[in-house]
Every structure is written in C-alpha cells, then in structure tokens.
T-cell receptor, first 115, second 112 residues
Framework: EAEVAQSPRYKITEKSQAVAFWCDPI?????LYWYRQILGQGPELLVQ????????DSQLPKDRFSAERLKGVDSTLKIQPAELGDSAMYLC?????????????FGEGSWLTVV | SQQGEEDPQALSIQEGENATMNCSYK?????LQWYRQNSGRGLVHLIL?????REKHSGRLRVTLDTSKKSSSLLITASRAADTASYFC????????????FGQGTTLQVKP
C-alpha cells in the first residue's frame, strides 16, 4: 500500500540552528500538507500545496519557517533559526482531491526536539 | 485554531467493552473525519462522514453525525488492547474545504 514518506524520523537540534524535513507524498497526489503537532494536542496546519502552488500558509511563521514543493511532487519544510518552542512532531500528508472528500493520508511524522 | 473538541479527554476501559468518544465543532461543515494515532506515530484515517449522512459503519466502528447539534460520536465495539491510541475528529474549513481542522483528541486505553 502506498504511503507518505517522511525523513528524518527524529531530529535533535540546538536552538538557533537550521533544520529541514522532507516529505514524499503518495504518487499522483496533487495536494500536500505540512501539519505541526505539539505533544498532547491535535495537529495544526502549517502549509498546504496544490501541485507546486501554496494554497494556505496563513499559520506558517514565515519569519523562520519556509516550505517548498518545486516540482509539485516532494516537499521540504525548513526552520531557521529553530527555537525551543518548535519542539513538536511535523506531519506531512497528501490527498488526491480533498475538496471531493478524498481521504487525506498522513506520514509517520518527524519528531523535532530543540535543545 | 482548533475547531473541534473531543470528550472525554481520556477514557480507560476493559477489553471487550464498548468505547464512545464525542466531538463537537463550531461552524458548518461538508464532512467530518475520524483519525487514530498510536503513540509517537502518524495519523491513520478511520472513517469519513458527509454532512448529509447521519450514521456510518466500518467494521467495529460506528460514527454518527448530528449537524443540528454540531456534534459527532465514534463508537468502537468489542474493544481490543490494540485499540489503545488517541482518536481525533477533524472537520473541513469553510474557507478552504481541503483543510482539516483537528480537535484535541481522546486518549483511549483498553486494558487486557
């Protein structure tokens, strides 16, 4: 069964350093999401792509976070500089056509600890 | 911002018992989805119910939706230890129907 692939699975970084996460969505899925999940809470959307275009990045802290999906396939989420409060799980998800009610599939997530 | 609220926040039951989790939301929706998350893992899609549906079944799962009360419930029948996980409801966003807004989740513990 096709899966959303994410790496790295775990990352420990010092504050003020840069960190990047990579996501490869399910083949053919035009919509890609990055969510952040703080321990004990539900995931919150950071950015949503439709192919290579950003659909929604209203909750992305743009002073330190950036996301790209250059060829409309895989995507990278970058944080620079990392802050202690960025410690969380970063989840990538993809969907064929969510507006039609298609399922949104999530990857296993990337755990970030900022020390 | 989080749209949904799950109730209870935590639930502990014995294997074989039924587990019921509730979700309330604030704005009109097109559909509502339930996800499961095992500790430290990603989210697994369980079921989607559309706003014009009132009940949906999938195996041991039964989901109801009451749009007049803006609430949904997830029933897991004959629970198993493997059902131990956090369960989240997620609704779409009127301004962006492809966006999921999650609640805080219910943590279910099924004791063997």
């Amino acid at each position: 069964e096709a899966e959303v692939a994410q790496s790295p699975r775990y990352k420990i970084t010092e504050k003020s350093q840069a960190v990047a996460f990579w996501c490869d969505p399910i083949s053919g899925h035009a919509t890609l999401y990055w969510y952040r999940q703080i321990l004990g809470q539900g995931p919150e959307l950071l950015v949503q792509f439709q192919d290579e275009s950003v659909v929604d990045d209203s909750q992305l802290p743009k002073d330190r976070f950036s996301a790209e999906r250059l060829k409309g396939v895989d995507s990278t989420l970058k944080i620079q500089p990392a802050e202690l409060g960025d410690s969380a799980m970063y989840l990538c998800a993809s969907s064929l056509d969510p507006d039609s009610g298609n399922t949104i599939y999530f990857g296993e997530g990337s755990w970030l600890t900022v020390v | 911002s989080q749209q949904g609220e799950e109730d209870p926040q935590a639930l502990s039951i014995q294997e074989g018992e039924n587990a019921t989790m509730n979700c309330s939301y604030k704005t009109s929706i097109n559909n509502l989805q339930w996800y499961r998350q095992n500790s430290g893992r990603g989210l697994v899609h369980l079921i989607l119910i559309r706003s014009n549906e009132r009940e949906k079944h999938s195996g041991r799962l039964r989901v109801t939706l009451d749009t007049s009360k803006k609430s949904s419930s997830l029933l897991i029948t004959a629970s198993r230890a493997a059902d131990t996980a956090s369960y989240f409801c997620a609704t779409d966003d009127r301004g962006n129907t492809g966006k999921l807004i999650f609640g805080q989740g219910t943590t279910l513990q099924v004791k063997p």
